[in-house]
């Protein structure tokens, strides 16, 4: 699907990950800002390395793959992560910056996660009550 645009840069589109498939690190090039829907879903991502222009992930963008760290970009463009964005994976220790201003915490549902640290300021929608959020 090519309609996934943003007006400030470039994006890459749901089709990217399919011509990938099986595919085990990713380093997306500066001046990428979108993530489109299922952009990298169940292609075998174990490494992913985000641009600092970074500002939107999209629903089940990584959804499904073997994934046991990420590493978002402190900027202040990272506004949103939507739900299942990096859901199904083996993430158990997550650090999230402040510049994030909507995230549907189900963005990691099904990954073992043991500990959260969320920067003050970070709006959180649909938070288990069984995973300890601490503020850094």
Do not use: W
């Amino acid at each position: 699907n090519t309609q996934c645009r943003n007006e400030r840069g470039l994006c890459l589109p749901n089709f990217f990950g399919a011509s990938c498939s099986r595919t085990e690190k990713v380093i997306m090039p500066c001046g990428v800002t979108v993530i489109c829907p299922f952009a990298f879903e169940n292609v075998g991502l174990k490494k992913i390395t985000f641009p600092r222009t970074l500002s939107h992930i999209h629903a089940g963008a990584f959804c499904g793959n073997n994934l046991t760290e990420i590493k978002l970009p402190e900027n202040k463009y990272l506004k949103k992560i939507e739900v299942d964005a990096f859901s199904k994976n083996s993430i158990s220790n997550l650090e999230l910056p402040g510049c994030i201003t909507a995230l549907d915490f189900h963005a990691f549902r099904k990954n073992p996660l043991r500990s959260v640290t969320i920067t003050k300021g970070t709006k959180v929608f649909h938070k288990p009550k069984s995973v300890e959020i601490k503020e850094g």
